[in-house]
């Protein structure tokens, strides 16, 4: 899951979205939301019984994590992911299985190991790990450790010629804050109330859209230099500390992921919080710190690649030219084995196609599966796929703007939908962790509201009742909802997602809860079929296409 993606919220006030939605729609879509909504209930019963009795869905995780391992974007092993996961799909019976190549998605990366060692003042083993995208060591070397502040552009100046062969700890020393809350957390009656209560949003600020721009440019400029800096100057590594404590190791990515041509810098690490204050503290004393570093970390490729969403179908009947989309994102990072961010979501989506194969399922609409490339670096195997099948904006034709991610781009023109954007009726999304599903964001959509409540009824005997009117972001169903189109997300019990595994090594088949997992399975299942089975196409929210 991609917490950093900006999210442009397109939210209005319902009165606003009565005013101007056109009367026909608004008429349909209020008799549509004030009839009873048909449930299939012999067939919810069926999914039911091969979800919880018969379920695969931990073979399949297990698979994932254990065999293939962490997923990195366009990296070996999420080469391997696609493969078997398209193998999976085939065995099972689908349809039209396919890898869908997504461009520009930067280079390969792999690492095989990290060894780091204190040898003085005294002899200490330290944990730390390499940030994706950043090389390794080409071997063992040793060099002295110094604190040390490079921020901005003078500050580089300031340390010209007195780095070479030095290890550069460059976070500060931070104080160990016991945590307050308790590491693992299921939703009980009132923490799902309190998310049922819609804030009426204030309004927007003026929009700081180039002023985003601007920083964003400014900070990849700098970040470029000083990578180049790095390696004139003969920096050994860089170090910075984790930003969980508990011996917790949290990292993403750095270096050079776009281009070959870009500077890769010097060896970046991340160190447990205990291991890094411990140096901290020993050069605050003016100790010397000599340290060890053997660093196993390589680009797989020289030029850039495709990647690629693995796709697959249960092909509809009478309403087969419709789709209803299920997706979850493959890749993960690199140091734990990608389980809960996210595999869960890739192996509920996969089981929920195997139950509904093994049961013979013969839907009106075609409903299709994606697993999704790239979300880790800003959504972009779903975007992607949006802007080639559904809808896309122009591309900006400045080559300054073009390197902009989509969110801070300027309105470049109109939507250009394409044929297929009125054939897709909704897509889910199941990527907040491996925890039970609690209900669904409705993502403001209020005619999908009572459509959702008749759905999850035959599931309140397992702890599925909640539906949300909020908004929800920072996942692949938003790739979806930015143009106009039925994106949705469950609403899940976190577990331990926020306080031990998201981003962290930690992110291994250790945490999963198996139960959660059938559980989902299941609904997910049971919302695939009766979206691709009800008379109507899902009802679509007002949009308000900003670049007209």
């Known amino acids: 899951m991609n917490l950093g993606v900006s999210l442009r919220a397109s ?38 019984q091969e979800a919880f009795q018969r379920s695969q869905v931990m073979a399949t995780m297990t698979h994932l994590t254990e065999k293939i391992g962490p997923r990195l974007t366009n990296s070996p092993a999420m080469s391997a992911a696609n493969a078997w996961t398209a193998s999976q799909l085939r065995d099972w019976g689908l349809a039209n299985v396919h890898q ?52 901005k552009p003078e500050d580089l100046e300031k340390h010209k010629g007195k780095l070479r062969g030095k290890i550069l700890f460059v976070s500060d020393l931070r104080d160990y804050k016991p945590g307050t809350e308790a590491d693992f957390h299921r939703h009980d009656d009132e923490s799902l109330a309190r998310m049922q209560t819609f804030e009426v949003p204030k309004d927007r600020a003026a929009d700081n859209r180039e002023a985003d721009a601007k920083r964003f440019r400014e900070r990849v400029d700098f970040q470029r230099r000083l990578r180049q800096f790095l390696m004139d100057e003969g920096v050994l590594a860089q170090v910075s500390i984790s930003g969980w404590d508990n011996g917790i190791l949290r990292l993403a990515g750095g270096g050079a992921r776009r281009s070959s041509d870009e500077p890769a810098g010097v060896p970046d690490l991340v160190m447990i919080s205990t291991h890094y204050n411990q140096v901290m503290r020993a050069l605050e004393r003016k100790e010397t710190v000599k340290l060890r570093l053997d660093v196993d970390a390589r680009f797989t490729d020289s030029e850039d690649k495709p990647g690629y969403n693995t796709v697959g179908e249960i092909v509809g009947s009478d309403k087969r030219q419709e789709i209803v989309m299920l997706g979850a994102h493959l890749d993960s990072w690199h140091t734990g084995t990608g389980a809960s961010d996210n595999a869960a979501g890739v192996a509920v989506m996969m089981e929920a196609m195997r139950i509904l194969k093994q049961l013979n399922a013969k839907p009106r609409r075609t409903i299709r599966l994606a697993l999704w490339t790239g979300e880790e670096q800003g959504l972009i195997g779903s975007q992607d796929y949006v802007a080639r099948h559904f809808a896309r904006r122009p591309e900006p034709r400045d080559a300054a703007e073009k390197a902009l991610p989509a969110s801070l781009r300027s309105p ?70 930015r143009v106009g189109l039925p994106g949705f997300q469950f609403v899940q019990d976190r577990l331990d997602y926020f306080s031990n595994v998201h981003h962290s090594h930690l992110d291994t088949l250790d945490h999963v809860q198996p139960e959660d997992l059938k559980q989902a399975a299941a609904i997910v299942a049971a919302f695939a079929w009766q979206a691709a089975n009800r008379e109507e196409r899902m009802p679509r929210k007002l949009f308000v296409d900003e670049g007209r």
């Not at 319902?14 to 008799?31: E, F, H, I, S, W």
């Not at 060692?117 to 080409?138: N, Y």
């Open 11 to 48: 939210t209005l006030a319902v009165c606003l979205g009565a005013l101007l939605m056109p009367q026909p729609q608004l008429q349909a879509q209020t008799r549509q939301a004030s009839a009873a909504e048909p449930v299939d209930i012999e067939m919810i019963s069926r999914i039911r």
């Open 412 to 481: 470049t023109g109109p939507l250009e939908k394409t044929r297929d954007y009125e054939k897709l009726s909704v897509y889910f999304n199941l990527d907040n962790g491996s925890g039970r599903i609690r209900g669904i964001y409705a993502q403001e959509n209020l005619a999908a509201v009572p459509i959702f409540e008749a759905w999850l009824k035959p599931f309140h005997d397992i702890g599925a009742n909640t539906v949300v009117t909020r908004n929800t972001g920072s996942t692949d169903h938003i790739a979806f909802d």
């Open 100 to 151: 869908d190549a997504v461009d520009d998605l930067g280079r390969g990366w792999t690492f095989s190991h990290a060894r780091v060692e204190m040898l003085a003042p005294r002899v200490l083993p330290l944990h730390a790990l390499p940030k994706a995208w950043t090389p390794g060591t080409a071997g063992v070397v040793e060099g002295e450790a110094i604190a040390i502040k490079l921020e």
